[in-house]
């Protein structure tokens, strides 16, 4: 246990002194272009929004009655042409894009 207090010690005062380096660091930091200017990006707020809209949408426009869970019961079950399976593979299709149009962004 004694050891390890002592190799601690050893180590914390090691690492409080500093190194000479000749004004190295300053000369990096210095010729490093100046940071840019963080900007908001709306983007993804307005595809997540184009998402939610698409998704409404599809629901929207989807038969009477029509249930997402229903449709993918149908999907389960090979029924891909009921109007619920529809309704839900338009629902995926609206995530899908949003997905990869977010993954594609490259700021």
Known sequence: MD????MDRLLRDDAARGLPN???TRRVLASLPPPRAHRLSWKPALIVGSTMLGSVL????????????????????????????????????ALLISALVLAADVD
């Open 58 to 93: 599809a629901m929207a426009f989807a038969p009477a009655g029509t249930s997402l869970v229903q449709g993918f019961i149908d999907i389960t079950h090979s029924r891909v042409m009921t109007s619920a399976a529809l309704t839900g593979l338009a629902t995926c299709a």
């Open 22 to 24: 000749d004004g190295f």
């Open 3 to 6: 050891t390890k207090d002592w």
